[in-house]
């Protein structure tokens, strides 16, 4: 192996083992693979390259190019795109996957579920990073620069991970690959200089020269080797060693977390979004719950995850809470007496969890009074959730297809209990009517406003989940961006437009704005009936609703949301419970003739919308038919095109030369073949010399091309013909040539034999006689200039000369 096919193999390791560093930020590690052989394309590329060979720009540009051609067909389809064509998925498609990744990784925690914008994002870093490592070690020939990006590549997935994974290990792995890469460079350039010796003769040399005394030679190979294993182990041990630097880089960071086991802990904040845990790598609907349930009322029965019950003036998120052991039975949710009417008997659901739903929060109805499961689980008596405990370093307990039973309460307040209701315990009222500080006073101006002369606070809820819903001219807009902040809410309130995420919280927001205790529970709505009697709960379920506290009935479910098969509880309806149907609104599961209300098409939905399965399930079908496969079947074959017209581009010269070679030839004319033979000879590195003579000439290319006997006659017979053709008298027989096109074809066959593989290579595919072009169109342009001055001279002559007035 060549000292720079080394070079080339340790930089694309010296980027996989740093690139493991990474592995901790996201669930699954299958992105790895695909992450060593897109970065073994690119550097195979960037050898071939160099073997030709290009010049370095030349180099760089042929890497990015497959590097992105690569990248687009992997995740061709993946995106949203709103046009047609090569252009317009490079614009729109890949643009939104890109954004989609920026989205998920602000929005999951770690480790975050392999999205496929996820996913586009480590690949394209991995790449962007083995691209810099390969141009400045091998390309550029400065390996030791090549540590600043793999130093940058290890610092962000140290940065992000934050003690998420084995940091030590990961250090290891980038420290050994980055020691290796200049360990090659430096034996590559040790070659150079001639072999390097291991031993010397005894005595001939001294101490001081770099050779022990009993006369074996340290060699600076091993000598590099030596002082890199050394430091390698300084930096994994001193940190361990001074407890001043237990915190830094190699430090165990998540040795506070307080979810692991014990009859302590807190359960951490969490991002609304994260709250679903969506861990699903396809965007499509998938069934994550299938449950059986002997509810008399499905509508009123939410699967719920957690609540959020923290605005802290940045975001919506779950506050820090102790965790304890999970009780037999579970004690009764806060606030509700026994003078609330619920079902004679406890509502019975038995669960079913899909494989691929990854979630660390049981899902559960509310208020669970028992839950049997097996596993390691925790218990958050606010929030009343379950929580995976940790089972070992970087894993947890979670619901992936988890078998469990849980045993709730069905409450059925009336609008009497709840306008009664009393003022609620302080400490409550405290905690959750907490709002920020940079909360825009619009929020609570509108909330005022709406529910001017109610005299109760479910008067007021009322009037506010109406103004969402009914009254206030909102409507339900997939487009709209899910920010969840206090400006959010205040834009939320001006534009009128967004989805279950805005509704929830810009009502909770007002509601505690009005002194109402209120909070965000994040989870699924009912689902769709199957004709077995059970239940089917997709990612197009998932919902967000506020939760109002009256005392006496404790935390109670509102329904803001203008959705399409959204059950709105009849305790909260504006007009009397008479007027109303006895059961909710109809599911359009259980009625699936009928149109949505709220058709949210998928082509207009953003990919954050769909992991929240706010698109809608009509949409979704649609999506299925034959025009989204068209779609995609026109932008497959478009880029296909795109792709073949720029992978022909380096052909060029090779079309180019072949149709000169077969338009000269087939003349049957002397010069033309004469000139055929001295770019054959261009090709392979024997530059023309017009100053020799034909014969001269034709040795030359014998002598240089290294011909064998029958290719250097072909040579002299074309020299041979030339020669009659332009110094035979005149008037003479004619001359016979022979066949001049298989003895030029002869010839440039025995020129490409006796040229190096990378020779003849460069012969076939970048030809040095393709210069002619630039010449022709270099004189083309002359003419051109000459002509157009020629011209404009002349037209100066005929135009009258003016006097002076």
Request: proline share 6%; hydrophobic share 45%.
């Amino acid at each position: 192996m060549s000292g720079r096919a080394r070079l080339t193999l340790f930089a694309l390791l010296a980027t996989l083992l740093t690139s493991w560093s990474l592995l901790g930020l996201v669930e699954s590690k299958s992105w790895i693979g695909q992450a060593a052989l897109l970065l073994a394309v690119q550097s195979t590329v960037g050898a071939g390259a160099r073997r030709v060979p290009l010049a370095r720009s030349l180099t760089v540009a042929a890497q990015l190019l497959v590097s992105l051609l690569i990248l687009a067909f992997l995740f061709a389809g993946k995106g949203e795109s709103t046009g047609s064509g090569p252009l317009a998925y490079l614009v729109t498609d890949f643009g939104a996957l890109f954004q989609q990744g920026v989205s998920d990784v602000g929005e999951f925690a770690i480790p975050a579920p392999l999205t496929d914008g996820i996913r586009l994002l480590l690949l394209t870093g991995v790449l962007l990073i083995g691209l810099l490592v390969d141009m400045l070690a091998v390309t550029m020939r400065t390996a030791a620069a090549a540590g600043l990006p793999l130093l940058a590549l290890y610092s962000v997935a140290a940065g992000l991970s934050a003690g998420q994974g084995d940091s030590w290990f990961s250090f290891l792995l980038a420290g050994c690959g980055y020691l290796l890469l200049l360990l090659a460079e430096g034996r590559d350039r040790l070659a150079q200089w001639g072999r390097v010796f291991g031993a010397a003769p005894s005595g001939r040399v001294s101490a001081a020269s770099g050779y022990g005394g009993g006369g074996e030679a340290v060699a600076p190979v091993r000598t590099g080797r030596r002082i890199g294993a050394v430091a390698l182990g300084l930096a994994l041990a001193v940190p361990a060693a001074l407890p001043a630097l237990g915190g830094g880089l190699l430090g165990d960071q998540g040795a506070s977390d307080g979810s692991g086991s014990g009859t302590g802990g807190t359960i951490s904040a969490v991002n609304p979004l994260v709250s679903l845990q969506s861990s699903l790598n396809a965007q499509d609907n998938r069934v994550v719950l299938k449950y059986r349930t002997d509810s008399p009322q499905i509508g009123d029965q939410y699967v719920r995850i957690l609540a959020l019950d923290e605005f802290n003036g940045v975001k919506w998120e779950a506050s820090g809470r102790p965790l304890t052991d999970v009780p037999e039975r579970l004690p009764g949710p806060p606030g509700l007496n026994g003078q609330i009417r619920t079902t004679a008997t406890e509502v019975r659901t038995t669960f079913s969890a899909a494989d691929t739903y990854v979630q660390r929060y049981l899902p559960m109805p509310y208020p669970a009074t028992g839950v049997d499961i097996a596993g390691k689980w925790r218990f958050e008596q606010a929030g009343r959730t379950l929580v995976g405990d940790q089972l070992g370093k970087d894993k947890y307990q979670n619901v992936q297809g988890a078998q469990y039973t849980v045993r709730s309460l069905l409450l059925k307040p009336t609008v009497r209990q709840l306008q009664s209701a009393p003022e609620p315990d302080p400490a409550i009222q405290a905690e959750y009517t907490k709002l920020p500080d940079n909360l825009p006073p619009v929020v609570a101006e509108t909330a005022r406003k709406v529910v001017r002369g109610s005299k109760d606070d479910y008067t007021r809820a009322v009037k506010l989940q109406d103004f969402f819903a009914v009254s206030g001219g909102f409507s339900y807009n997939t487009r709209t961006a899910s920010g969840t902040g206090p400006q959010a809410v205040a834009r939320f309130l001006e534009d009128k437009e967004g989805f279950c995420i805005h509704f929830a919280f810009s009502m909770a927001a007002m509601s505690r704005s009005l002194g109402i205790p209120a909070r965000v529970a994040v989870g699924f709505t009912p689902g769709e009936k199957q004709s077995d009697g059970t239940w089917n709960v997709s990612m197009r379920d998932a919902h967000a609703w506020p939760e109002l506290y009256f005392e006496g009935v404790g935390w109670t479910r509102f329904e803001p949301t203008p959705r399409s098969g959204i059950s709105i509880p009849d305790y909260s309806r504006a007009q009397a419970p008479t007027a109303q149907p006895s059961t909710p609104s109809t599911l359009p599961s259980q009625n699936a003739s009928e149109p949505a209300a709220e058709p949210s098409k998928a082509e207009d939905c953003p990919p954050e919308l769909k992991k929240l399965g706010e698109c809608g399930g009509t949409a979704l079908k649609q999506n299925t038919g034959d025009g989204g496969g068209g779609q995609f079947l026109l932008t497959l074959l478009g880029w296909t095109g795109a792709a073949l017209v720029v992978l022909s581009l380096p052909l060029l010269p090779l079309l180019w030369r072949t149709r000169v070679r077969a338009r000269r030839l087939a003349a049957g004319a002397v010069l033309p073949a004469w000139l055929e033979l001295g770019d054959a000879a261009w090709d392979v590195g024997i530059a023309p010399d017009e100053a020799l003579s034909p014969r001269r000439a034709a040795g030359r290319v014998v002598e240089l091309g290294r011909l064998e006997p029958d290719a250097a006659q072909a040579v002299h017979r074309v020299a041979g013909a030339v020669e009659r053709a332009l110094y035979a008298p005149a008037g003479g027989a004619e001359p016979v040539y022979g066949d001049l096109a298989d003895d030029v074809l002869r010839a440039r066959a025995g020129l490409l034999a006796g040229a190096s593989r990378g020779g003849r290579l460069r012969a076939l595919l970048f030809p040095r006689s393709a210069a002619r072009v630039s010449w022709a169109v270099s004189a083309w342009w002359a003419n051109l200039a000459s002509a157009v001055s020629a011209r404009v001279a002349a037209m100066r002559l005929r135009l009258p000369s003016r006097g002076r007035g």
